[in-house]
């Protein structure tokens, strides 16, 4: 059963994640709709990456609540991606590019299933969305940094989700992967799906994303570009590690740490 | 000559057949295990395994007051499973990294294993030359059907679960995220290790069978792009030093643990040599290539 298109795609209410219980996300209330792209804007430390894996509940949070498309993360398993940090795996690791892109079928195979031919199918595709075919059954330790984070696009395309979560996908990739990842996360909120990315760049947030969040611990501001990549926000964001000029174009020039 | 080198060991009573059996269940199931330990990093764990079951055989005897096999067996897998929780807690609780949280808990335990060997059970006459370094031809029936039962559970539970257990070996977060007992699959691999290091040490010795999971996997390691190879490679590898071994113990006369973990080693060494030499190779024909296409004409 699908969600009417005005269902949000994310709500997440009053969420409190702790490391030693010194709070690295504190009371962070949202509600993201469908066909989105939103960056999430902060310094070093901010609890951007955290945020998303208590939202995916990969960690225990302190409290908080999370709808996925109106309901449970665990009944929309299948329509939630997650793609981390290129340096979360070990990427010596024995397995083809056509393995690593498989690997997003598994959730729906659970335990005991195997690929079928549909999946191997859908693998393929996303590796030719991302120009990886050729790459197919070479080992991923022969890839570049670039080359890695198409791997991990295509398997999260393979994967077939509406609501896709990114973490630092632009950290050490080349021009032009930056340039294909860009292009296909507009296309995917063309399809009317959601992306939310980890990010640091704030040149580039202006251009990439509909919508920003600003996080410093707590929200510091949620809503379309226009509206929050303003120097009062993003210096409350960023506290004393930014600097604002203006160009002679009186375009705001915004040099963050 | 051939004959007697080769054939003749087979011909002379059942040890033969009895060793290589043995050593092969050893190599094929630790070979296995070692493929996922190495991929997560936790290769000492093997080492961890077999210092414990000591204290643990200890622990079974002053509990029990029983000698029996299957006492001990029970004792020292326990231990085992209580080493990976220590371990998982010293971790979280103490912030350890990992190598260092093993490190802490298996040589405490093993420290109070040799504590209590020499206070309240000196009159348990443990024969400690053959925990550490077993005995192929000295293992008792009921051990060679432990050993073939947890061979085929791997072996087995590999071949079903194959996928799960790549996607949580390489991405434990995807796995996670797609709802798979990431937990649960990390709990079976230390249990099933720790059976494993018990069943095999009666063999091979509790030092020895840590080459026995660490030395295939690392050498798999070497020439395979993908984990079904690296795992075949690994099995191969370890039935090869078990062969090899118990031939070079017969010629030389010595322990044949000793011998199957020098094959091993020497097997690796080769395998780095080639991997080498593949690679100096492979460079100075792309240079050659190179130059090639740089002259006109």
Known sequence: MRAATTTPALEVRDMTISYDREPVVEGVTLTIPQGRVVGILGPNGAGKSTLIKGVLGLLETDHGEVRVFGGELSGSRQEVVYVPQRGSVDWDFPVTVKDVVLMGRYGRLGLFGRPSAEDRRIAWEAMAKMGIEALADRQISEMSGGQQQRVFLARALAQEGRLLFMDEPFVGVDASTEAAIVELLHEMRDQGRTVVVVNHDLQTAREYFDELILLNKRLIAYGPVKQVFTAPLLSKTYGGRLAVFRDHDDQEIIVGA | MLYELFIE?????????????????????????????????????????????????????????????????????????????????????????????????????????????????????????????????????????????????????????????????????????????????????????????????????????????????????????????????????????????????????????????????????????????????????????????????
Not at chain 2, 176 to 188: K, N, R, W
């Open chain 2, 9 to 297: 060991p087979w011909t002379i009573g059942d040890w033969m057949w009895r060793g290589v059996l043995v050593s092969s269940l050893v190599a094929i199931s630790c070979a296995i295990l070692g493929t996922f330990l190495y991929l997560k990093r936790l290769s000492l764990l093997a080492d961890a395994m077999a210092h414990v079951a000591l204290p643990g055989i200890v622990a079974a005897y002053l509990l029990t007051g029983s000698q029996s096999t299957p006492t001990m067996l029970l004792g020292a897998i326990l231990a085992g499973l209580v080493t990976s929780g220590l371990i998982r807690f010293v971790e979280r609780y103490g912030h350890a990294r990992t190598d260092a949280a093993i490190g802490i808990v298996f040589t405490s335990l093993f420290a109070l294993g040799i504590l209590l060997l020499s206070t309240f059970a000196r009159d348990a006459h443990l024969d400690l030359n053959c925990v550490l370094y077993g005995n192929v031809l000295g293992v008792a029936d009921h051990s060679l059907i432990l050993l073939a039962v947890v061979t085929v559970a791997i072996v087995a539970l590999t071949v079903l679960f194959f996928r799960p257990l790549q996607l949580a070996t390489f991405d434990p977060a995807l796995a996670a995220a797609f709802g798979l007992p990431v937990g649960l699959i990390h709990a079976g691999l230390m249990g099933t290790l720790s059976v494993t290091t018990v069943a095999s040490f009666e063999a091979v010795g509790a030092i020895l069978v840590i080459a026995a999971i660490i030395t295939p996997a690392a050498t798999a390691h070497l020439i395979a792009k993908r984990l079904e190879t690296m795992l075949l490679v690994a099995v191969a590898h370890g039935l090869l030093s078990a062969v090899l071994g118990m031939y070079l113990s017969i010629w030389l006369e010595c322990s044949s643990a000793g011998a199957m973990v020098t094959t091993g080693a020497l097997l690796y060494a080769v395998t780095l040599g080639a991997t080498w030499a593949r690679r100096r190779w492979r460079r100075a024909q792309r240079r050659q290539r190179l130059q090639a296409s740089a002259l006109p004409g």
